[in-house]
């Protein structure tokens, strides 16, 4: 699942570094704050949209995997409104401090926690029992410490601002020998939101 990590995380980073690049513009006169602020928010919106779509195909692989059948996609869509991303861009620039550095880390944690969620909201449509931890490369002290957990399929995974983990389906062989048991300190109780209407289901066909 590391190529799943390794692509989300550049996902994160071609984001920030397009976001931060219209942020100069405006701080150099081409374009107006509000400019800045729509143009980051729609690119921030087309991350969260592939972010959305690489969890879907990683979900979807891993299972395919794991269960040894391919298991379709399930289409999912970013759970991300226009309007939290436009908050993330504009609480960005009241933050007090390097404006600069805070459109950056705002634009990488919301890609991040775009992606993170659509994950999550993936591993409830395909009925994913019990997960794992996957740590990022320099991922933190606290998520190494999480790292090992085995937590129920409902359970949202813990992520701090800018955290680049993700997760992992644990227990899914063909003849069950289920893991789901597990600590539950990072389930946080959320309830998962419904998703009545799945897009388009795609084959996805892995070489095992
Ligand atoms: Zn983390």
Redesign the pocket.
């Known amino acids: 699942m590391s190529d799943y990590t390794d692509t989300l995380n550049a996902l994160a980073t071609s984001t920030e570094t397009a976001v931060v690049a219209l942020y100069e513009r405006f701080l150099a006169g081409d374009i107006t704050e509000a400019e800045f602020v729509e143009l980051g928010t729609v690119a921030l919106e087309v991350a969260n949209a592939r972010g959305a779509a690489l969890a879907d195909l990683a979900l979807a692989t891993q299972l395919s995997v794991q269960r040894k059948e391919p298991v379709p996609t399930v289409g999912l869509s970013s759970t991300r409104t226009k309007t939290v991303a436009r908050q993330a861009i504009l609480d960005a620039l009241t933050e007090d401090g390097d404006a600069t550095e805070a459109v950056r880390v705002a634009v990488r944690a919301e890609t991040l926690a775009g992606a993170q969620d659509a994950y999550h909201e993936g591993m409830q449509e395909q009925g994913v029992k019990a997960w794992t ?1 996957v ?2 490369s320099g ?2 002290k ?2 190494q410490d ?1 790292a090992g957990d085995v937590l129920p399929g409902h359970a949202e995974m813990y ?2 601002k800018g ?3 993700s997760q992992k389906p644990v227990g899914e062989e063909p003849n069950g020998n289920s893991t789901r048991s597990g600590r539950s300190r990072n389930n946080r109780g959320r309830n998962t939101r419904g998703r009545d209407a799945a897009g388009p289901r795609n084959v996805v066909t892995v070489a095992i």
Do not use: T
Request: aromatic share 0%.
């Open positions: 931890r740590l990022n991922a933190c606290l998520c999480l992520h701090h955290c680049g983990c």
